[in-house]
């Protein structure tokens, strides 16, 4: 693979397309054991692909999947697209699974157990409500199968 | 009701759908094999022929996008847009998750008749299991031979490769999922150049959506004919219409290009509930237009969409009862569109921020006959003047909402 000189980057270094082309796949590693990226994991990255510090940050905050605050040891991201809400989900969700767990989108219970967010479409209109718990798709929600849902998260250890 | 037989879904629905022993059983990877034996020219003339066009939401003809691929340019790349994230829209998602081999063929056998010999498959952050799928197939097919050296023996390489995205619907356009790629920012390229001239690491890039790829393999082993003898004029073949919002039976169906609206709705999708009657139709995902009742009778196909003031997008029919607020409607979408603007150019940014603020206030009942007005003027001063199409995306709603149910944002005020 050739080398190139990306604008942008420090002082003229010489960055590997290749090995920046990595950078996403590497943010996600970096921040599996913690949940979120830590100014050390954003180091580590920088060092091992050749950016700066600051190369990187600038990358990971553009997506929302990076987060660079902690957060819960389970996600709750509710769907709070048109769909969800034409199916009498969306703040509905939000308010009964808010309720249960005493926070609102934003916030971590303070157990440390669970963080709350509010997501746009996650591509499952034709069953909706919908939500994401980490990297599961919960779908056709009902109050009860909400209930199964966090009864089922508290419980693991 | 008609009734079709399914052929990009025909095998969703079967047990282990997903495996490769399940693919192979019914036939799959037989298109490989004959493509193969093809001279490329003659795949490209083949797929031109059908009348194949792009599903991602833009219809753009593919054989003629292959076609605009350099002939002689040494590195070309493949990269397969999974990024599915338009508002309404479900199917790409339902093809990697159960029938990921469909899309692997259509991808083998495109980067064959273009001449590339890597592909990039890019997959929306969110789609966790389909990213399993995804990899569980490309090294499955590695297995049994359908990718690496030599593939069954044509001398043709080709390596696969998946990336994750980080949530970023702005990463589903073509250029943007380019920089994501590389490992940038989001952010859309110019065009010109286009990705078939500079792509990726500025090499020739064909980006073709999941469902587009997955009407090859049928293409190649059916034929042209078969293809274009489907659909209307300018529309051909089959297309996933993903149905959503309040009716009895929401889903996938795969329909003929052409069938009418009210098919599709009525018919396939059980109608409205309560047997209410529906007040607005989003035909195409979040960006395009917003149409009335009136509008059911047309056939769902790109140039009648277009005839009727709206577009075909993605085929994500969103139906809105009579007791929908079309206030919230808007809102609603307009804030999505805030959220995911890249923040690049200042239409989008600042002119979609001061939209949602109207209609902030005017889903409140705090606006007034000025905040109307002002948001009919920020519209249609974004409207044409972004880098990208996604800030006509985000005005598209709000400037039809404001056409077809003014007297629902009149009477809040
Ligand atoms: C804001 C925006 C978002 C897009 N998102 C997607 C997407 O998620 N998936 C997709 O296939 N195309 C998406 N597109 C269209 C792509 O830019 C491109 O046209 C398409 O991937 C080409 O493939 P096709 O010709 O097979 O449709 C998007 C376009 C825009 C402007
Ligand atoms: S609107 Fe909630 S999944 Fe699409």
Known sequence: MDTQNISGSNEGAVVD????????????????????????????????LGLTDSEVYSTASFYTLFRMKPVGRHVIQVCEGLSCYLNDGAERVVEYVGAKLGIRPGETTSDGMFTLETVQCLASCGTAP???????????????????????????? | MAQHQPVLLANVNRPDSEKIATYLRYGGYDALRKALKMPPETIIAEVKASG???????GFPTGVKWDFMPKDAPVKYLAVNTDEGEPGTFKDRLIVERDPHSILEGVIISAYAIGAHRAFVYIRGEFFLGVK???????????????????????????VSVHRGAGAYICGEETAMLESLEGKRGVPRAKPPYPAQKGMWNKPTLV????????????????????????????????????????????????????RLKEIIYEHAGGVRMGRGIKAIIPGGASTPIISAEMVSTPMAFETLQAAGTALGTGAVIVMDETTDMVEVVRRITRFF??????NCLPCRVGGKRMLEHLEKLAAGTG?????EDLEYLAGGIRGRTFCPMGTGMVEPVLSALRLFRDEFVKRV
């Open chain 1, 130 to 157: 919908a939500m994401r718990v980490n990297d599961r798709l919960y779908e056709n929600l009902s109050p009860a199968s909400i209930d199964d849902i966090l009864e089922r998260l508290m419980g693991e250890v």
């Open chain 2, 368 to 372: 007034s006959k000025q905040d109307i």
């Open chain 2, 133 to 159: 799928r995804w990899i569980k197939a490309i090294s499955d097919a590695y297995q049994h031979g359908f990718l690496g050296r030599d593939i069954l023996g044509s001398g043709f390489d080709l390596d």
């Open chain 1, 17 to 48: 397309p290749a090995k920046r082309s990595m950078l996403l796949a590497a943010l996600y590693v970096a921040q599996e054991q913690t949940g979120y990226l830590t100014g050390d994991a954003v180091h580590q990255v920088a060092k091992r």
């Open chain 2, 338 to 343: 805030v959220h995911e603007s890249c923040g």
């Open chain 2, 52 to 58: 194949l066009r792009g599903r991602g939401g833009a």
């Open chain 2, 208 to 259: 073709q959506n999941v469902e587009t790829l997955a009407n090859i393999p049928h293409i190649i082993l059916r034929g042209a004919k078969w293809h274009s003898d489907i659909g209307t004029e300018k529309s051909k073949g089959l297309k996933i219409f993903c149905v959503s919002g309040h009716v009895n039976r929401p889903g996938n169906y795969e329909l003929p290009l052409g069938t």
